[in-house]
């Protein structure tokens, strides 16, 4: 089992920026693939950006271009850097970890998460 511990949300107005972070423990964290998930109350939770341990990234048509996805294998951390935020990108962001090689999008496939840290984007 792996823990992760998220940080960085928090309000900011639209067009802003935010750089969450995502700290590791409990199994080697450079071989496997992670991922970024988002969810608002009352609605299902939505897949927002993945990268390899390669650091190969996919992300979501909603977040492409705005949103990069990156790690730092030293530091046992993955980052979502969000800029351009929009008010519809308001949700609890969620760090996941996956022992697929490979980024996936399918939430099935992720095996332990974080608590989450709240992103607020005002109009």
């Known amino acids: 089992q792996v823990q992760l511990v998220e940080s960085g949300g928090g309000l900011v107005q639209a067009g802003g920026s935010l750089r969450l972070s995502c700290a590791a423990s409990g199994r080697t964290f450079s071989n496997y693939a992670m991922g970024w998930f988002r969810q608002t109350p009352g609605k299902e939770r939505e897949f927002v950006a993945a990268?390899?341990?390669?650091?190969?990234?996919t992300y979501a048509d909603s977040v492409k271009g705005r949103f990069t996805i990156s790690r730092d294998n030293a530091k046992n951390t993955v980052y979502l850097q969000m800029n351009s935020l929009k008010p519809e990108d308001t949700a609890i962001y969620y760090c996941?970890?996956?022992?697929?090689?490979?980024?996936?999008?399918?939430?099935?496939?992720?095996?332990?998460w974080g608590q989450g840290t709240q992103v607020t984007v005002s109009s």
């Open positions: 990268i390899s341990g390669g650091a190969t990234s």
């Open positions: 996941a970890s996956t022992y697929d090689i490979r980024p996936t999008r399918t939430i099935s496939r992720y095996n332990d």
